[in-house]
C-alpha cells in the first residue's frame, strides 16, 4: 500500500493520495497487555512513535508535505527543482490544502505525538513520573512546531471527552503551557537524576536524564525568545530562570538534540532518489558570500557552475522554455547543488533527526544578552563560540580562524544561469565579524544570520525564526500566487488551518479563526510574531 501511496505521490502531482490514516498507522503486531506490561513496554512503547513523528520518519513523502514543501522552502533553506502542480502551489503561496494539512494531521494521528503523550500520562502520571515527565518535554518540542505553523492549536483539552467540539488555545495561552510544563517535567528528573529506567526506549540521549534536563532548559531559552517581542515580561522571566538554572543548556556538540531513528533520512530520499530538493538561492547568496566552509559541507557542487554552489529561486513557476514542469525538474534537478554528502544514499548518509545543536544554545545566548538578561554572558564571547561550535560539528575548524574576523564578506546577487527572470540582487550586506559598535538590528542580524547557517536543516525553526526577527534577509519567491493575501516582501507568515480539521472540528476552528489577528490566511502573523524593530 505504501509503495502504492509513493508512487502515486511522485507520478501525479501528490493530490490523489490517501486520507486513511488509521490503516496507515495500525500496528501489525499486536501484543497482550500482560506481555506489554511484563518488559516496562506498556509505559515505554509510546515514546518510539514519539520519537519518530515529530520529523516523520517514514514514509518519507509524509514528511515531504509535514516540513519540505513548506518550511524548509519559506526559510530560504532548499527548493524543489520541479514547479509542482503546474507552478501554483505552496512553495510560492498558491496554498494546495491537501500539502498543507499534514504539518497538522501527524501530530494529532494514532502514531503522533499528542495521541502517544496522553497514552503515557494515564500510565504513567502517578506510578513513573519520570517517564510522564520526558512525555512532557517531547510534547512541547512538537507542539511547538505546530503552533508555530498555524498559530491556535487543540492542546489543553486534547483527548477531553463530553464537549460538542474540541475546543482550541490561543498560541498564547500555548506558550504559558509549553513553560509551565517544562518547568514540571525539570523538577522531577532532578528528582532522580541518576535513574535509568528510560534507557531502553531513549532514542536520543540514552536514558542520562541529565542531558534531558539541559535539552528541556535550553527549548525553554529557545521559547522565551520566540516571544520576546509579544510579551517582554514573561519571555525576560522565562529566559532567566533558564540562564540560571544549575544544569545548564547544551554545552558542545554531544549535547546535540540528534532522534537516532536508524532509518533513511527523509531528505535522503527526496535528494538522491526522488531528486525533489536543492540549495535554495537565498543559501547559495549567503554561504557562498561568506566563502562558507561549511558550504561545501551542507551542499554539493553544482554542474552548471563547475567546482561552485548553485541554488534555485524559491517559488518558481513553470517557465517559458520548458513543455512540461518534468521537464524543467530535469533541467534544473540535473545540474543544480544537491544537499551534501550526509544526504547522499552512497555516501554512508546520517540517519538522525536534528531538532537542537549546542551553537543554537549559544546563539540563543548571544541574543539575550544582547537584550540584556541577566546570566547571559557577553554578547560577542557567545556569538562566537556559536559559530565555533557549528564548525566543530561540520569538521571545518582549520577555516575558523579567518572566517570569524572576517568584516568584508557579505552576500552576494543571485544569478540563474538557465533563467534570468529570476536573477535578484542581494538584500543583506552584513558581515561576519562582530561589530561593537552596531546598532542592536546590526548585531541581532548577525547572530540570527550564523544561527540560520548552523541550525541547518531544521527548516521549521529556521522559518519560525526568519518570522520572528525578519533575518536572515531572504530572496521573495519568484512568484506569488495568493492573490493578495501574502506580501511578497514580508513573505508568508503561516498556513492555513486545514480542511481536515474544518470537517471534523468545525465549532473548533471557528473558535480558533477568532483567536488569530486576521483572516485565516497565510498572510496573518502569529502572536509573537509582531510586526516592526526588535528593539
Not at 483539552?157 to 495561552?173: C, I, L, N, T
Request: charged share 20%; aromatic share 12%; net charge negative.
Amino acid at each position: 500500500m505504501k509503495k502504492t501511496i509513493i508512487t502515486a505521490f511522485v507520478a501525479l502531482l501528490v493530490f490523489s493520495c490517501t486520507d486513511d490514516f488509521e490503516a496507515l498507522n495500525t500496528d501489525p503486531n499486536g501484543v497482550t497487555d500482560q506481555q506489554t506490561e511484563a518488559d516496562f513496554f506498556h509505559i515505554g512503547g509510546p515514546f518510539q512513535p514519539m520519537f519518530l513523528n515529530i520529523y516523520r520518519y517514514d514514509p518519507a513523502w509524509h514528511t515531504q508535505l509535514q516540513h519540505n514543501l513548506n518550511a524548509d522552502t519559506f526559510c530560504g533553506y532548499m527548493t524543489p527543482p520541479r514547479p509542482f502542480a503546474s507552478g501554483v502551489n505552496t512553495t510560492n503561496y498558491g496554498f494546495i490544502d491537501f500539502w498543507d494539512r499534514w504539518a497538522w494531521d501527524i501530530p494529532y494521528s494514532e502514531l503522533g505525538v499528542m495521541t502517544n503523550a496522553e497514552i503515557v500520562k494515564e500510565r504513567a502520571e502517578k506510578d513513573f513520573p519520570l517517564m510522564y515527565a520526558i512525555a512532557k518535554i517531547l510534547r512541547v518540542e512538537a507542539m511547538h512546531r505546530v503552533t508555530d505553523v498555524y498559530g491556535p492549536i487543540v492542546y489543553s483539552q486534547f483527548g477531553v471527552s463530553g464537549a460538542s467540539f474540541v475546543s482550541y488555545d490561543s498560541q498564547e495561552e500555548v506558550y504559558y503551557q509549553f513553560f509551565t510544563e517544562l518547568e514540571e517535567a525539570m523538577a522531577t528528573l532532578s528528582t532522580d537524576v541518576t535513574n535509568r529506567q528510560f534507557v531502553e526506549f531513549d532514542l536520543v540521549y540514552d536514558g542520562e536524564f541529565s542531558q534531558w534536563i539541559k535539552f528541556a532548559n535550553t527549548l525553554r531559552l529557545r521559547l522565551a525568545l520566540r516571544i520576546s517581542k509579544a510579551d517582554p515580561a514573561k519571555a525576560k522571566l522565562e529566559g532567566e530562570k533558564s540562564l540560571a538554572h544549575s544544569s545548564g543548556l547544551l554545552e558542545s556538540n554531544k549535547d546535540n538534540f540528534l532522534i537516532k531513528g536508524g532509518a533513511t533520512h527523509p531528505l535522503t530520499i527526496f535528494n538522491s532518489s526522488w531528486d525533489d530538493v536543492r540549495m535554495n538561492a537565498s543559501m547559495e547568496s549567503i554561504l557562498v558570500g561568506y566563502d562558507d566552509p561549511r558550504g561545501k559541507v551542507l551542499f554539493e557542487d553544482s554542474k552548471i557552475v563547475p567546482g561552485q554552489l548553485k541554488g534555485i529561486r524559491g517559488g518558481l513557476p513553470v517557465l517559458p522554455a520548458y513543455s512540461t514542469e518534468i521537464e524543467q525538474r530535469d533541467a534544473y534537478n540535473t545540474t543544480f547543488s544537491r544537499l551534501g554528502d550526509a544526504y547522499i544514499s552512497d555516501r554512508s548518509p546520517t540517519t538522525d533527526i536534528q531538532l537542537m545543536t549546542a551553537a543554537e544554545a549559544y546563539f540563543l545566548k548571544a541574543e539575550a544578552a544582547l537584550r540584556g538578561w541577566t546570566g547571559a554572558g557577553d554578547v560577542q564571547t557567545n556569538y562566537e563560540k556559536g559559530i565555533t561550535t557549528s564548525f566543530a560539528q561540520h569538521e571545518v575548524s582549520g577555516e575558523l580562524s579567518d572566517y570569524i574576523i572576517d568584516n568584508t564578506s557579505t552576500a552576494i546577487d543571485y544569478v540563474d544561469p538557465l533563467n534570468a527572470t529570476s536573477n535578484i540582487a542581494a538584500v543583506s550586506n552584513i558581515t561576519i565579524a562582530w561589530d561593537g559598535g552596531a546598532t542592536n538590528e546590526e548585531q541581532l542580524e548577525r547572530i540570527i544570520t550564523q544561527k540560520w547557517i548552523a541550525m541547518f536543516p531544521d527548516g521549521q525553526e529556521a522559518w519560525s525564526e526568519f518570522r520572528r526577527t525578519g533575518y536572515p534577509k531572504l530572496f521573495p519567491p519568484a512568484v506569488n500566487n495568493s492573490g493578495g493575501t501574502v506580501d511578497s516582501n514580508i513573505q508568508v507568515r503561516r498556513l492555513p488551518f486545514p480542511s481536515s480539521e474544518r470537517s471534523a472540528n468545525p465549532q473548533g476552528v471557528e473558535q480558533a479563526r477568532t483567536l488569530l489577528s486576521g483572516p485565516d490566511n497565510g498572510g496573518t502573523r502569529l502572536w509573537w510574531d509582531i510586526a516592526g524593530g526588535n528593539f
